[in-house]
């Protein structure tokens, strides 16, 4: 095969060819995907966790090609299996059961929780949702209401699974999406309750919108057991067993989206043993056919199958595909890459907690094991660089800001602001109390924003670091600026809402660095 040693041929053959990459506009390219696109850059070869490009250079694949190479890339045993059923049968309709079918059937059906002992298969997890989402409605026909699902959670990308997914967002494919109702999930960090009574509000919700929301009876309920996209989220265990409750209650469908937390992701062969919890219908997809295009279903002996012609797809059940699937769970068993996974995820994690309270930069640290994610907490993250960066900019700007307000309407500004103004410029007050009052100032206006901090922002009120108290304290500078310069031509009554507002900043501020330094 002949490479591509040029990149901006490479960009030329993508733009006039390649239609799903990036938006071909004029003007800046626009990724089509969530996480970013590299028009140019030609991967020619991989193995294991890397890959490299077709001028030689190596990179390490930090995400499994969007999480599909569990097992690494191009595994030899995989791969000679495939080629040796390409070579044997590489095709087959659906009306036909071939070898690979049947032994890959009995082999998922043997590592999956519960009862889910029948399996469908397809070529992507996004159709594997929607082939869940037609188990579902056969099974529950008189479940005439809109689908279930949390309000961040990914599904995939066919019209029906972007509708029940994470909102997708500056699309035109909304007309066609299905009825959804959304229910929040537990996100502690981020609403300030705690895991109970987080747990109590969310499935309070999901009761509240069976109950009383839907237009009639959902069919069924998907969630990720581990929240991929929507911020690799694992939620309190007794939410789990809740929510199995309620669907249980109301007889609507459980469907667990385990296409990117299954198949070894998280140290066991599904994110639902970790918490007890076996769903109605599991959907599976990535890292099942060890690099090649493999997803499905596995369900409850309790539901119901597909008819004839319900789930017909000409390539639904490609058996070379099929026979790389069933090779790559047997390299999965054969190297002990669960428990692999499993100790590395343990030890990764049991560091990350050791770290977080010596680095304010780690905001949390989630997930079972080696699916385990680390946000950054943004305020810290940025307040370092504000620190070293905005503060000097800041003082500068504020300067030229009342120097010339001073000269050109020759009128004082506000509080601080007055006595910097006339001080500062006035020889006769001299230079340091000109200083003395600028410190004030900046000092009084960007405590305003801590104290709204404390108001608005608990988690940093909890654990304030000084990162986030220099970048909220910026952001009022912003605000105090504009009360200043509409304050120019003011009525005295806007100088006094500016001093007012220092002053209660000031003491906020004062309350939120004690608590710091305990």
Known sequence: MEFLDDREEGLELTERHVLHCYMLTEGPRCCGWSSGSEPGLVITRASG???WDSKGNEYIDCTSMAWSNNIGASVPEVIEAAFAQARQLSHLRSNFDSIPLLLLSKAMTDSAPGDLKRIGFILHGSLAVEMAMKLAMLNRPQHTGPWLALTDGYHGRSLSSMGLGWPHTNHAFDRSFPAVLRIPQPYAYRSGRSAEAEVDYCTGELRDAIGRR???????????????????LEF????????????TEHDIVLVFDEVQTGFGRTGKMWAAEHYGVTPDILVFGKGVGGGFPLAGILSSTALGGFQPGDEALTFGEFPVSLAAGLA????????????????????ASRALRAMKPRHPLIGDIRGPTAIFFLLPSLFGTAGAAVVWLWSPCAAGVFLIVLVYAHLAARIPITGFAY????????????????????????????ATAVALASVFASDIWKSPTHGDIVLLASAAIAVAALINIVSIRAVSAVNNTGVFFEIVGSVGAAALLVVRSV
Request: charged share 15%.
């Open 49 to 51: 966790a890397l890959v």
């Open 214 to 232: 839907a237009t009639g009876l959902p069919p069924a309920l998907f969630m990720e057991p581990v929240q991929g996209n929507g911020t690799q």
């Open 236 to 247: 309190p265990r007794r939410y789990y067993y809740e929510v199995r409750q309620i669907c």
């Open 328 to 347: 790559a769970l047997e390299v999965l068993e054969r190297d002990g890459l669960l428990q692999a996974c499993d100790d590395m995820g343990q030890y």
């Open 419 to 446: 006595q910097w103004n006339s001080r500062l410029i006035n020889p006769h007050y001299g230079w340091f109390t000109g200083y003395t009052a600028l410190l004030a100032f900046i000092a009084g206006t960007a």
